[in-house]
């Protein structure tokens, strides 16, 4: 029973210890909803523009190039005769096969190129987002600022510094 008690006196402690950064002013941590201030900058709407023109300016890209394979491919075939070797309709199919496969690799890099744009993106707005969260937090006595996630079952309104954050970003403007 003695053991009893010590263990839980010791989770205690360990409690208290592990709580005393979220507990000290009971506003140790802080929240931004990234989507409510991407919205009401227009932030969202920005970088959608963004994303569809780095598209079409790919797409186009994938279209030349895939016109110019097929011319290949087609220059190929018809080097072709009835009277051609096996081994020359073989080439001509490897060709045509490696040409495929090429158009598939750009398709793949330019499908990187947009998420990597995408990430870029949403990196910057973070970072200008922190660079407004912060102040606020720190002369609020906070630790940290949290964005509000779907692990984020609930939180006290009286931490949610996103109205800040959007007023603070548009004089910033």
């Known amino acids: 029973m003695r ?18 950064g979220i507990m000290s002013n009971g506003k140790s941590t802080l929240f931004v909803d990234l989507t409510v201030v991407a919205k ?16 079409k300016q790919l797409n186009e890209q ?5 016109i110019d394979l097929n011319k290949q491919v087609k220059d190929k075939q018809k080097t072709l005769t ?13 060709f045509a096969k490696q040409a495929q496969q090429t158009m598939q690799n750009r398709k793949s890099e ?36 949290m964005v509000v996630s ?9 931490v949610d510094i996103t109205d800040e954050v959007i007023a603070k970003m548009r004089e910033v403007k």
């Open 3 to 20: 053991s009893h008690h010590v263990l839980i006196l010791s989770l205690l402690a360990m409690l208290m210890v592990g709580c005393n």
């Open 40 to 55: 009401a900058l227009g932030r969202n709407e920005m970088v959608n523009t963004q994303l569809a023109s780095a598209e």
């Open 62 to 66: 994938l279209k030349a190039i895939a």
């Open 82 to 94: 009835k009277k051609s070797k096996d081994k020359d309709k073989q080439r001509v199919n490897e």
């Open 110 to 145: 330019a499908q990187k190129k947009i998420n990597q744009l995408k990430i870029n993106l949403v990196n910057k707005f973070r970072d200008d987002v922190k660079a407004v969260a912060e102040p606020i937090a720190k002369k609020a006595g906070a630790k940290s600022v």
């Open 150 to 158: 779907a692990d984020a079952l609930w939180f006290d309104s009286s």
